[in-house]
């Protein structure tokens, strides 16, 4: 009986990671595929939270992107109130960018979640808001009660370049029971894992290319100057430009009032 038992064990393991497999074809690789071909940045970053969401059964997503020093809010949705705001949807973030340091002591500030996140580059899971020690969710008690919503558990997942730098944080909320609806922890994942790291690298390949065209733009910006100066002097050191002026002057002269 005790073969028979770890017999059904092994079968019972090996079919769970089937499935697994299963998924990662079905869903991961196909996200992975479609954020490697996305062009429109905005629509990047949605699509990273809409399947980040789905991946995860989560009910709500945040995305950050790093930007001097502070997580400026880039992406935010809520699928049960029927929220959106940020990338294509047109509707402006208007809360104000995480700080990762006091602008005053420099301290690091490590009572937010998701720039506790981002500093040390970490992920954070918080099985539930409100029993959580060592962070501060007073804004989300606050928004709780302004909404009548209830923000349970929470995922902060950093997003790294190929050098491990972080360039972003993607905040979950609210993981939900696929078959009761009820709210529960994020569970560890690794299909979600590998969508973090197809994201991540969709994600950090976009801004490497963005900050290339920049660059680029001010090369070509300074060489047109460049060209116009060396135009404007070929123009002044020729004879003709140089009689023209003497010209002028002349005509100048004979105009000017007598005295």
Known sequence: MGQLGRAFDQMARQVAARERRLMLLR??????????????????????????????????????LLEDDQLKFMIMRNTSMGFA??????????????????????????????????????????????????FDFSGTRLYDQRTGYHSQSFLSIPLENDDRQVIGVLQLINAQD??????????????????????????????????????????SIAIDRKKQSRAVAEITETDYFRNLTQKVRALRAKRSPRS
């Open 27 to 64: 869903k991961v690789i196909p996200a992975g595929v479609g954020l490697a071909s996305e062009k429109d940045f905005n629509r990047l970053l949605e699509t990273i939270v809409v399947e980040s969401q789905v991946i995860t059964n989560a009910d709500g997503g945040t995305l950050y």
């Open 85 to 134: 705001a940020g990338g294509t949807t047109g509707k402006p973030i208007s809360l104000p960018p995480l700080r990762l340091h006091d602008e005053q002591t420099g301290e690091p500030n490590h009572r937010n979640i998701a720039t506790h996140a981002a500093l040390l580059g970490e992920t954070v899971n918080i099985p539930d808001a409100y029993a959580a020690e060592g």
């Open 178 to 219: 696929p078959e009761s609806g009820r709210v529960v922890p994020f569970q560890p994942d690794e299909i979600f894992e590998t969508l973090v790291l197809l994201a991540s690298i969709s994600l950090a390949a976009t801004i490497r290319q963005a900050a290339l065209r920049r660059e680029i733009e001010i090369l």
